[in-house]
């Protein structure tokens, strides 16, 4: 009776059992880890927000940006910022000081106060993707050349960050910083609220991203991504929906950044680099593209798996991890989620059949009865 009615429950119930059971494991993650593993599990919960933003863009709409790491880092520099002024007290940051500067330049005011940092941690990566794509989508830029774009998009960013060292702490970044509204951020208790945060940010954005995908605006983006000028014709503008969704992914990857420099306690231009953009893409590609929950599963599996190879194997790990990429892009193309739905597949074949010959074998018995 408890398997038939097991197998009697419909796929939502078993979706809604599921996240029920992955909310409760994130939630409860402090009673049961350690203050190091708990840091190293809140920076896979950051990258996931953003492999969610880059899915809802690269999935759903079929635009591929490689250079989402220079909105984590925008992001993640907001928050710095107020981090390190609040740390400073009533003196500049220390590499000001290094660099000659006796005042705070003007714009680094503002973020002496939280709400302002977390806005602008938000608005500025959203406004800058809605800027490029309002340029890119309008002209009907795409395929690789939206993709180049992005890429130059990251080389400027950096050059300019490095090269402004006195208002951006150049190669060594934003760094130092330990204090958050009077509270030190290497005790245990900041830890654990900076972790539930972390986890509560990650499911409001995975809510967030099936609202929309569900949503008749979703629609609209895998339409786009199936047959852009069918969409057009249809009446609808893809550059606007295009626009949204840039918009809105990047203020996840903001989002993201905020909450990985509480973990860290660094953001510097390499973090902004072509190299992480491009692990971000592969965090989505691994998990399963166009599947939220993909996502989220590849950028903690893969994050998780980065941080034991390079303790385990600290002189070839990026080879493991290279021939990994290789694997599951050349043997599962559809990521780790698509390798799940293809053997369910095969099992209800598999079912489907034994209920065919069962029916037989039943109908060629009641004929001989």
């Not at 973020?111 to 002209?139: D, E, I, Y």
């Not at 790990?317 to 369910?344: E, S």
Request: glycine fraction near 10%; hydrophobic fraction near 55%.
């Amino acid at each position: 009776m408890a398997l038939q009615w097991t197998a009697s429950l419909p796929r939502r119930a078993w979706l809604l059992i599921g996240y029920a059971a992955a909310a409760a494991a994130l939630f409860s993650a402090p009673l049961y880890l350690s203050d190091f593993r708990l840091n190293l599990l809140a920076k896979c919960l950051a990258f996931a927000i953003v492999a969610l933003g880059l899915d809802l863009l690269w999935g759903y709409t079929g635009i591929l940006s490689l250079g989402h790491g220079v909105f984590f880092g925008l992001g993640a520099y907001a928050m710095a910022m107020h981090l390190k002024l609040a740390s400073s007290g009533a003196r500049i940051p220390d590499f000001m000081s290094w660099m000659g500067l006796t005042k705070l330049p003007w714009f680094w005011e503002p973020f002496k106060s939280f709400a302002f940092a977390a806005a602008m941690g938000l608005l500025v990566p959203s406004a800058l993707a809605l800027l490029l794509g309002f340029f890119t989508f309008r002209n009907r830029i795409r395929g690789v050349y939206f993709t180049i774009l992005t890429q130059a998009l990251v080389i400027i960013t950096v050059t300019l960050f490095v090269g402004q060292q006195a208002y951006t702490g150049g190669t060594n970044g934003l760094t130092g910083y330990t204090v958050l509204f009077g509270y030190s951020l290497t005790s245990s208790t900041a830890k654990t609220t900076a972790y539930l945060a972390t986890a509560v940010a990650l499911v409001a954005a995975f809510a967030l991203c099936r609202y929309l995908v569900k949503s008749r605006f979703g629609k609209v983006l895998r339409a786009i991504r199936d047959g852009e000028n069918r969409t057009r014709f249809l009446g609808y503008d893809p550059s606007s929906y295009q626009m949204a969704a840039f918009a809105v992914s990047a203020g996840l990857a903001g989002l993201a950044g905020m909450l990985f420099v509480l973990h860290v306690g660094i953001i510097s231009p390499t973090m902004m680099a072509i190299v992480p953009s491009i692990e971000l893409v592969l965090l989505v590609a691994i998990g399963g593209r166009g599947t939220l929950i993909g996502a989220v599963i590849g950028a903690v599996l893969i994050t998780q798996a980065k941080s034991q190879l390079s303790a385990s194997y600290p002189d070839f790990w990026l080879f493991l991890l290279g021939a990994l990429f290789i694997v599951v892009t050349v043997f599962m193309p559809g990521g780790i989620v698509g390798l799940a739905r293809q053997a369910r597949q095969a099992l209800l074949r598999r079912r489907s059949g034994d209920d065919i010959q069962l029916d037989s074998i039943v109908s060629k018995s009641n004929g001989v009865v």
